[in-house]
């Protein structure tokens, strides 16, 4: 089954947003695609920071067939590569499901593959999911909403602009990487494919989180919350634990946290957190391709000046 990634509405949602460029490419059999390969290109700032910050980034990975051949892959692979090596200075597959039957020709192709962990929920609509959380979880969940706390899951624009200031805060002082502007998200707002859940407390938005999501899965998107600055109050925690009940109400089989971070990263504290509820920790990786060795080096030195001095 294809990820939200991967299919025609999310390409149509890129395209609406004016500063993300999609592409798509496909290999097909008998007239029927058995490969889709579907992103964006990605890219900061004024025009300097833009040139040296253009990336294609391929969210899920590709869509194969379950009998699609080596070949085909392989071709799917250099089509992409031929269309974007003078685009980007890199490309990025960022996985979340699992390749290893792939890696052979990904590598044969040119691509380095990187270990990278996901944490990925399995639901099935009962209560099990909430038996596998750390028992702190629904404690805290239960002591936000006792002291106050609300979640709003059908947030209007303007809450949707007050969660957008909490995530952009986080972005600034902690993460430190660039976040897409607030039309994005307000875009994001419209689409069929994505809920808001965003938690209330003392009148003011505290956090939340995009849930965006197919048949089979939901996935947190970005997430963020004023933790630690209320008592007894847990706002990162009562929209994951609410974002999860969704995809298990909803039918959904998975709710796919999106990255918990690269092995040896050290105390990686969104691992961690992402941990408590109960997931199965997995390495599906990423694949990237460096289009331009020179660029990409000098890039990754810029960014990692540009943490060390914010």
Not at 3 to 32: A, C, H, M, N, W
Not at 82 to 96: C, F, H
Not at 220 to 242: I, N, Q, R
Request: charged letters at 30%; proline letters at 3%; hydrophobic letters at 35%.
């Amino acid at each position: 089954m294809r990820s939200i990634f991967q299919q025609p509405e999310f390409y149509r949602f890129i395209e609406s947003t004016g500063f993300l460029e999609p592409f798509r490419y496909s290999v097909e059999r008998d007239g029927k695609e058995v490969g889709v390969i579907q992103g964006f290109i990605q890219k900061d700032g004024g025009w300097l920071k833009k040139f040296f910050s253009r990336r294609a980034i391929i969210n899920g990975g590709p869509w194969l067939a379950e009998d699609i051949t080596d070949e085909e892959v392989e071709n799917l692979l250099k089509k992409c590569i031929e269309s974007l090596k003078k685009k980007a200075i890199y490309i990025e597959t960022r996985n979340y499901f699992d390749y290893s039957n792939y890696r052979s020709v990904f590598e044969k192709s040119g691509f380095q593959y990187e270990p990278h962990y996901d944490i990925i929920v399995e639901v099935n609509g009962d209560d099990s999911w909430e038996k596998r959380m750390e028992s702190s979880r629904p404690r805290f969940v239960k002591s936000s909403l006792k002291n106050g706390a609300e979640v709003i899951e059908n947030p209007t624009e303007q809450d949707v602009i007050d969660y957008y200031a909490v995530l952009k805060e986080l972005y600034t002082t902690k993460v430190k990487t660039p976040l897409f502007p607030v039309d994005f998200f307000l875009k994001l707002y419209h689409t069929s494919f994505c809920r808001y859940i965003l938690v209330r407390y003392q009148e003011k938005i505290v956090g939340g989180m995009v849930c965006v999501f197919d048949d089979n899965k939901a996935y947190e998107w970005f997430v963020c919350g004023l933790d630690g600055v209320f008592k007894h109050v847990y706002p990162s925690t009562v929209a994951t634990y609410s974002a999860i009940k969704f995809a298990n109400d909803n039918g959904m089989g998975y709710f796919d946290m999106m990255g918990a971070g690269a092995p040896g990263d050290g105390g990686y504290g969104v691992r961690e957190f992402k941990a408590k509820f109960g997931g199965e920790l997995v390495e599906y990786g990423r694949f990237k391709y460096i289009c331009n060795k020179s660029l990409y080096t000098f890039g990754e030195f810029g960014v990692t000046l540009l943490k060390k001095l914010k």
